[in-house]
């Protein structure tokens, strides 16, 4: 039987999305075998690289601030997620957080990979946007 782990917030890691996390429950902190949990940072005018994860579902709880995200095949979508709001994203859905305001947007980040940035596939840049 594995053991109870208390995993303390306070080891920062940037990932290939270009964001800042705090890491929490994972493989590698709590020998986590199917979920992961963090703590996400984004600052005001900060953008996501363009990114989808191809083995596992994403589940976000804002908890402050508030953000919007660009969604789905061609990131056609915006959808606005303010502090309070859950969001879910499937595997495989391109997307692109990002904070249009002036004020930090933190939120929780649940994910179905114990491993959660090996699966995380990036985009190009300029994915999604018209062409000239």
Do not use: W
């Not at 999305?17 to 996400?40: P, R």
């Not at 709880?61 to 502090?83: D, K, Q, T, W, Y």
């Amino acid at each position: 039987m594995a053991d109870c782990k208390l995993i303390r917030g306070n080891e920062a890691f940037h990932g290939k999305q270009g964001l800042d996390y705090f890491s929490g429950i994972s493989a590698e902190s709590a020998g986590s075998t199917a979920l992961c949990m963090h703590l996400v940072t984004i600052p005001p005018g900060g953008t996501a690289r363009p990114h989808y994860h191809a083995n596992h579902e994403s589940a976000i709880f804002v908890l402050e601030g508030n953000s919007e995200m660009r969604h789905g095949p061609a990131l056609e979508h915006v959808m606005e997620i303010r502090a309070g709001d859950f969001c879910y994203i499937p595997a495989g859905v391109p997307h692109q957080p990002y904070n249009p305001t002036d004020k930090p947007v933190r939120a929780v980040i649940a994910r179905t990979d114990p491993r959660e940035q090996e699966s995380v596939v990036l985009l190009p840049a300029d994915f999604g946007r018209p062409r000239p």
